[in-house]
């Protein structure tokens, strides 16, 4: 399973899959979700969650992303226009984002 084309339509990022499904992703969603050590946080050598959370200082900028890059064959790497691109979504996630509705 792997994005034939990706696409910003409106507020949504539109995903044609090469097995001929479709998935639509709300972007506020896709950016809230960022699966980065900056945004879900990160596991210290004890256990410990610490997570900045720079999702509360996020902007209008924050959702309207600028492009990506795929990262091998198994995820896509966001830029978002607020500068953030640390982020990586495989594409299972991606695509059980798009049943969900985001």
Same mark, same amino acid.
């Given at each position: ?30 950016? =809230? %979700?960022?699966?980065?050590? /900056? ?10 969650? *610490?997570?900045?959370? !720079? =999702? %509360?200082?996020?902007?209008? /900028? ?10 091998? *064959?198994?995820?896509? !790497? ?25």
């Amino acid at each position: 399973m792997r994005p034939e084309r990706i696409e910003v339509v409106g507020s949504f990022l539109a995903i044609r899959w090469d097995d001929g499904e479709e998935s639509v992703i709300s972007l506020q969603e896709l950016r =809230r %979700a960022c699966p980065c050590a /900056r945004c879900a946080g990160e596991v210290d050598v004890t256990g410990r969650l *610490h997570v900045l959370d !720079q =999702r %509360a200082a996020l902007t209008d /900028r924050s959702f309207q992303p600028t492009g990506w890059e795929f990262i091998g *064959h198994y995820a896509v !790497q966001p830029r978002w226009a607020d500068g953030h691109d640390t982020g990586i979504f495989t594409f299972e996630r991606l695509r059980e984002m798009g049943k969900t509705g985001g």
